[in-house]
């Protein structure tokens, strides 16, 4: 079972930027898949970013192409998504998510096994 704690959310003001992490709690972290997916007030979840094991492949969703980067440092178990240019639509709680997945034609919730609880970006106009 892998544990996830993201943290780095807030308010920003538009075109800011902000830095999530995504801590998790087990050695085999270095194996998974992650991603980040966010969900707006009174909408679907949606896929926003994912980076392979080592890092060998990334993914965005073509909303947030260009202005958001996703990372990972295996030695401290942790990903990032760097996200600068920030829009009022990319208000939502932000969540980090593991999986084994490794390639997907549209990217979502059931390629993930593992969820952290979430943490909210405000952007403001």
């Known amino acids: 079972q892998v544990q996830l704690v993201e943290s780095g959310g807030g308010l920003v003001q538009a075109g800011g930027s902000l830095r999530l992490s995504c801590a998790g709690s087990?050695?085999?972290?270095?194996?998974?898949?992650m991603a980040w997916f966010r969900q707006a007030p009174g909408k679907e979840r949606e896929f926003v970013s994912a980076?392979?094991?080592?890092?060998?492949?990334?993914y965005y969703a073509d909303s947030v192409k260009g202005r958001f980067t996703i990372s990972r440092e295996d030695a401290k178990n942790t990903v990032y998504l760097q996200m600068n240019s920030l829009e009022p639509e990319d208000t939502a709680v932000y969540y980090c998510?593991?999986?084994?997945?490794?390639?997907?034609?549209?990217?979502?919730?059931?390629?993930?096994?593992?969820w952290g609880k979430g943490t909210l970006v405000t952007v403001s106009s």
């Open positions: 980076i392979t094991r080592g890092g060998h492949n990334i």
């Open positions: 087990e050695r085999t972290f270095t194996s998974y898949t």
């Open positions: 998510s593991a999986g084994r997945t490794t390639w997907a034609l549209v990217w979502s919730q059931s390629d993930m096994d593992f």
